[in-house]
């Protein structure tokens, strides 16, 4: 049972431009999410984070937003550059509880 | 600070074998998890420790086991190794269990032939 779902397994974009991630969740006692980037070759780097009891939560080029009624969390790279270009998982955890992440989408972002 | 280290790198091994991955968390961590990473199943969770405890076991067969040192480093342990055991085997710690932010290892990358 995968509990977090990102249905898009890759997503390509212009430099300068807005990437969209998206993360789907179904189990209702998550309350913490979270997004990490990861490069070939390398572990996974933490990016950002959201607790259940805000919707939006925004580090320079990086927003997340949360959507608890659709269960549903998107992460926003405004704008976007060709470093940004790698694998991005969400991830998510019950108070109290282990992190279950998604599947990543490699994100390519074209010069 | 140094980050999270995992030793080996790089391993190949023959079906049938038994394997042991270790990691060193950033000084302080006291939680170690690891996961492995297939293509197309993201990171799946294996195990998480905290004060040589096991605090959480992910759906693995019984082939796969850890343990957790009083220094906080931490080994895992596959045996009779079969194909589909090959992949990326991240280790992560946290300061505290459960763990909020977790800071990854760059893995070990094993294949089994």
């Known amino acids: 049972d995968q509990q977090v779902k990102q249905n898009s397994p890759s997503l390509s974009v212009q430099e300068g431009r807005i990437s969209i991630l998206n993360c789907d969740y179904t189990n209702s006692m998550f309350d913490y999410f979270l997004w990490y980037k990861k490069y070939p070759a390398e572990g996974p780097t933490f990016l950002i984070s959201?607790?259940?009891?805000?919707d939006k939560n925004e580090d320079g080029r990086f927003t997340v937003f949360l959507n608890k009624s659709a269960k549903h969390l998107s992460l926003h790279i405004v704008p976007s550059q060709p470093g940004d270009s790698a694998v991005y998982f969400c991830a998510a955890r019950p108070s109290g509880s282990r992190l279950t992440f998604g599947e990543g989408t490699q994100l390519t972002v074209n010069p | 600070k140094a980050g999270v280290t995992q030793t080996p790198r790089y391993l190949i091994k023959t079906r049938g074998q038994q394997v042991t991955l270790s990691c060193s968390p950033i000084?302080?961590?006291?939680?170690v998890s690891w996961y492995q990473q297939t293509p197309g199943q993201g990171l799946q969770f294996l195990f998480e420790?905290?004060?040589?405890?096991?605090?959480n076991k992910g759906n693995f067969p019984g082939r796969f086991s850890g343990r957790q040192f009083s220094n906080s480093r931490s080994e895992m342990n596959v045996s009779t190794l079969e194909l589909g055991d090959s992949a990326l085997y991240l280790c992560?710690?946290?300061?505290?269990?459960?763990?909020?932010?977790?800071?990854f290892g760059p893995g070990t990358r094993l294949t089994v032939l």
């Open positions: 992560a710690s946290s300061l505290a269990a459960p763990p909020d932010t977790q800071y």
């Open positions: 420790y905290f004060s040589e405890t096991q605090r």
């Open positions: 000084s302080g961590h006291r939680s």
């Open positions: 959201i607790s259940s009891i805000k």
